[in-house]
């Protein structure tokens, strides 16, 4: 069996998103007999990420500055906010390269069954970027489940009364997708999302 400080790594590999024990104990295995050429360099990248990450106070975005880089690139559209629950959403938005406004990450969604309420959210912050002069609109890129859509009314009810449109992203079907394959959900949405060809 693996010695103390291997069965740690593994341990620890195992915590990540996507590994369980059997990958975690493949990747620990990689990692060892590669000492020089993949352990060693990861352990100085992480070590040189975890010093130099920050979370943009302005978004919630991490880069190695504060604001953020999109939020300091004077490029982007100020007017328009996209608001995401987490990086991973931002940057998945990023790899399209069809937006270029500014951004909000909220770090989570509303959800009173789980005592999770606009407090426990930057939800104050959003509002208050929100009813800037300069905001025209606030864009809703949110998960199209019940916590989702609470979020998504609760940010639109609190902007009421602002010059600030509130939009949502359409829901529906994928590009490629095949009608067979959804969920109804799905076809509804793009039903209901229906333009004209």
Request: overall charge neutral; aromatic content about 4%; some cysteine.
């Amino acid at each position: 069996m693996a010695g103390v400080e291997i069965e740690a790594l593994i341990r620890q590999l195992s915590k990540l998103p996507g590994l369980g024990p059997r990958s975690a104990r493949r990747i620990a295995l990689a990692l060892i007999k590669r000492k020089e050429t993949l352990l060693d360099p990861l352990v100085q990248t992480l070590g040189t990420a975890a010093a130099a990450v920050k979370v943009c106070q302005t978004c919630g975005n991490f880069d190695s500055c504060d604001p953020c880089s999109i939020c300091a690139d004077a490029r982007r559209d100020g007017s328009v906010i996209c608001v995401v629950e987490d990086v991973a959403d931002l940057w998945a938005l990023e790899r399209t390269a069809a937006f270029r406004g500014r951004y909000h990450v909220t770090g989570g969604l509303l959800s009173p069954l789980d005592g999770i309420g606009p407090q426990d959210l930057k939800l104050d912050r959003l509002i208050g970027r929100a009813k800037a002069p300069e905001v025209r609109e606030v864009i809703m890129a949110l998960s199209a489940t019940v916590d989702g859509q609470t979020t998504a009314h609760y940010i639109a009810e609190r902007l009421q009364g602002t010059d600030t449109t509130v939009s949502g992203l359409a829901h529906g079907m994928p590009i490629g997708g095949e009608l067979d394959y959804l969920d109804d959900g799905t076809i509804s949405a793009a039903l209901r999302a229906r333009r004209p060809v």
